[in-house]
């Protein structure tokens, strides 16, 4: 994919094989429409699990009509386990109780799931990931090397094979008293080691210098990632989300977001979106199979 936007992340998704995806949850009408329009350009098979989709006004799969929700997380990702279908779907909010049966199924990479929430620039149409936005609220600097590594698989799904990465703090010098700058800090170097591929993480960086790089030049800051940036990693869940949400409301941006980190696609809905951004989210899903 030459030019990663929402619309390119659908016409590469249609040139993908049909996948199948079970979909659970509350029946969330903008959900399923979604489901529909997925099938009708051939992204996927659905196959609906629980009571919430048994009066559905047209034909389609049911593999159960059981109300409890637990129940029926517990029987979609058995089918997952099973490879009896390649998606799943869930349009209930996102829980611990369930990511912790992600976890007990054996469905977790590097240990931790992380979410990636994905904006399209009004401007250019470029695609720009955040993270994380919605589960790790404090990670340290383990787990922010696992979000990491998630957000750069992410970027790889959208054909950003090389991204350059913002870690982002408070200042752009190294503080001892700033843990966000100490970690920053750590990540950059490793990147310079390699150990993020072929991914570019600068930092400790601030907000005006990762996003301008006439202000990192000014504060004498050389590198590839100021005013390029693929991937913002904040320091925490707080930072993240209240910068998706100033992006969602002041500047109207569309979202879409992937729950990153698992063995299998698991497509979620994020406060952040809206309803256009389930079928966004689907293709991605596909993507990533």
Known sequence: MNNPSFKNIIKAAKTKKTRSMVVIGDGNDSAVNAVFQAQNIG????????????????????????????????????????????????????????????????????????????FESPKDQHLTLLTDTLINSSPDLKEKIAILENAISVAGVMGIKHPNIAALAPLELVNPAIKSTMDAAILSKMSQRGQFGNAVIEGPLAMDNAESADAARQKGIQSTVPGNADIYFFPDIESANLTAQFLAWVFRVKFAGVLAGTKVPIVVHSPLENDESWLLSIALAVLSC
Do not use: W
């Open 43 to 118: 992204l996927i098979e659905p196959v609906f699990c629980g009571r919430k989709f048994s009066n559905l006004n047209r034909n389609y799969n049911i593999s159960s009509t059981d109300s409890d929700t637990a129940k029926v997380r517990k029987q979609a990702l058995e089918m997952m386990c099973s490879g009896k279908v390649d998606i799943l779907l869930d349009t209930n909010p996102l829980t611990s109780e369930f990511l912790h049966m992600v976890s007990e199924m054996n469905l977790v990479n590097r240990h931790i799931i992380s979410y990636v929430t994905i």
